[in-house]
């Protein structure tokens, strides 16, 4: 009888140190794996409205530099039309309406960008400043199927002087700085506000353009902010260009190499995005274009490191 009663007391504590170690190892488990959704669709979410921001502004570059500047009717934009009339005295209005693929086919765009400046404004002297509207500027990427769309109202500044088609004939570079807000509506219906502080720097390698994104804001103490608002999350964020982002026309224009960094302070989390990396998750090396980038997170004092593809 003592005999049982000893062998079922150390029954009880075996099982007893069985199921706390198991308890503990699953409490350790899930604090070394944090949730990171949120930090996976700001990502996402921030590659996605970049890629149509650049889109319109692409366009936008190419309505303004006249019929000078453009050697054929092919650059201009696809599947849209561009129109234009005086609405006051001193102000000229153009609109790119959207209807289909642009000239990559890699995008699907609906909706209208609303151009606006003063008659006496060339867009090719420095300092010279026009405002535009995204309205209902809808993009589909072609190969996720996502889509977001935007409005907002933007002020786009030439800052050096010259345009794009004079690289590198007539000017080594030509710079821009965009800045404004956006309402961006993703394709669950949720809707967002976004601040931009866009610095756009476009030179050529060879016959290609390179396309150099650098941020200029400031908010709440952050400096060198490229987009800060609210998230799907409802969280509030900021997104800091650590180093420069690069991206190539031979590449359709995706984020080659740069660094940002998201932070979602509410929540002491965030991460480090570097981009070219290749489907193996390595660097990508000379020429090569990439199709992932890294994300580097961090939350509440735990980190990872995740590899997303390119959207």
Known sequence: ????????????L??????????????????????TSSIQNLANDENQVTSASDEALNDINTVLSGNGGLKST???PCHATVDSMSIASDTMTYYITYNGANCRGNLIRTGQVEITKHLGTKWWQAGAAITYKYINFHV???????????????????????????IPQYRTFVTTKDSGYMNVIFSDSTTKFWNVRRQVTFTKVNTNLVMTIDGFGSADGYDNLVLWGI?????QFYIQILQSVVHRQVCGFDPCSGQKKMMIPADSKG????????????????????????????KNGNSGTLYLFLP
């Open 271 to 298: 991460a480090t995005l570097t981009f070219g990396y290749d489907s193996n998750n390595q660097p990508v090396t000379n020429d090569d274009c990439p199709v992932k980038y890294k994300v580097d997170w961090y």
């Open 140 to 166: 589909t990427h072609v190969k996720s199927g996502k889509s977001v769309t935007l409005n907002g109202r933007k002020t786009l500044v030439n800052v050096s002087g010259g345009l794009i088609f004079m």
């Open 231 to 235: 998230n799907r999350n409802n969280e």
């Open 1 to 12: 009888m003592k005999t049982t009663r000893i062998f079922t007391l150390s029954l009880a």
């Open 74 to 76: 092919e650059l201009l």
């Open 14 to 35: 075996v099982l007893t140190a069985f199921f706390g170690l198991t308890s503990c190892q699953k409490s350790k488990s899930s604090v070394d794996n944090p949730n």
